[in-house]
């Protein structure tokens, strides 16, 4: 059983940053594409970045290029989202997700376990 828990999330005024990490258990995932959703109240949820297994593939939704880096450590099994310059349209809930692919993909259908998410409010 895939387990992925998802931290660091929280409350943060405008211009900050946070680190979220998103721990995996129950398998070895460094040969899955990993990747960050959000879903903010009332909004459907939304693709943020993802990360090929090897890490050199990365990819963003275009309102967090420059803000936001996805990365990955394999050996810990964990991926991480660094959000700086954090703006009140970044709040939302943050979810992790992992995909038996090797590439990097946008789609959540590619994307078969998920975590329960970690809240993220950005003040204004």
């Known amino acids: 059983q895939v387990q992925l828990v998802e931290s660091g999330g929280g409350l943060v005024q405008a211009g900050g940053s946070l680190k979220l990490s998103c721990a995996a258990s129950g398998r070895n995932l460094s040969t899955y594409a990993m990747g960050w959703f959000r879903q903010a109240p009332g909004k459907e949820r939304e693709f943020v970045a993802t990360?090929?297994?090897?890490?050199?593939?990365?990819d963003y939704v275009d309102s967090v290029k420059g803000r936001f880096t996805i990365s990955r450590d394999n050996a810990k099994n964990t991926v991480y989202l660094q959000m700086n310059s954090l703006k009140p349209d970044d709040t939302a809930e943050y979810y992790c997700a992992a995909g038996r692919y090797s590439g990097i993909y946008s789609d959540h259908r590619m994307y078969e376990y998920w975590g329960q998410g970690t809240r993220v409010t950005v003040s204004s």
């Open positions: 990360i090929s297994w090897t890490g050199r593939g990365t």
